[in-house]
């Protein structure tokens, strides 16, 4: 898929997005980095991600983020969370037929990833998280 009108889109927002050597974009949102990625093998597939949300700390329990991670993933539409070492991540995958399907739902899909991270923070810490 091509990605340049979703980055066109973004600048025309206001948002500075950089391109990665791979072809993924790359910008914040709300204080946050974001990527959104392809896979060149399949041109309807896109991933929208936040990466490295939550760090796990030498005492967390490992089992526990994972559950909660679960519990989030099971109870929300459309999104992963998961954990890649002691970093935990969001992520949409979505196969679309175009770019502008994406743009269509792309302020829906990063409002459920924020909820994601929230809920995910709210579980994990056993405290309310209110939005910025």
Same mark, same amino acid.
């Given at each position: 898929?091509?990605? !340049?009108?979703?980055?066109?889109?973004?600048?025309?927002?206001?948002?500075?997005?950089?391109?990665?050597?791979?072809? &993924?974009?790359?910008?914040?949102? !709300?204080?946050?980095?974001?990527?959104?990625?392809?896979?060149?093998?399949?041109?309807?597939?896109?991933?929208?991600?936040?990466?490295?949300?939550?760090?796990?700390?030498?005492?967390?329990?490992?089992?526990?983020?994972?559950?909660?991670?679960?519990?989030?993933?099971? &109870?929300?539409?459309?999104?992963?969370?998961?954990?890649?070492?002691?970093? =935990?991540?969001?992520?949409?995958?979505?196969?679309?037929?175009?770019?502008?399907?994406?743009?269509? =739902?792309?302020?829906?899909?990063?409002?459920?990833?924020?909820?994601?991270?929230?809920?995910?923070? !709210?579980?994990?810490?056993? =405290?309310? =998280?209110?939005?910025?």
């Amino acid at each position: 898929m091509n990605l !340049e009108p979703i980055k066109q889109k973004l600048i025309e927002d206001g948002f500075r997005v950089q391109t990665r050597e791979n072809g &993924s974009l790359v910008f914040k949102f !709300e204080g946050m980095t974001y990527y959104i990625d392809t896979d060149i093998k399949d041109e309807n597939y896109i991933r929208i991600g936040l990466p490295d949300f939550w760090t796990l700390s030498g005492t967390d329990d490992r089992l526990r983020a994972l559950q909660m991670a679960n519990d989030v993933t099971e &109870s929300m539409k459309g999104v992963k969370v998961f954990l890649i070492g002691d970093e =935990v991540s969001c992520t949409i995958e979505q196969f679309v037929p175009d770019a502008n399907a994406v743009l269509a =739902v792309l302020p829906r899909y990063l409002g459920a990833i924020q909820s994601a991270a929230r809920t995910y923070a !709210e579980k994990f810490t056993n =405290v309310s =998280v209110i939005a910025a």
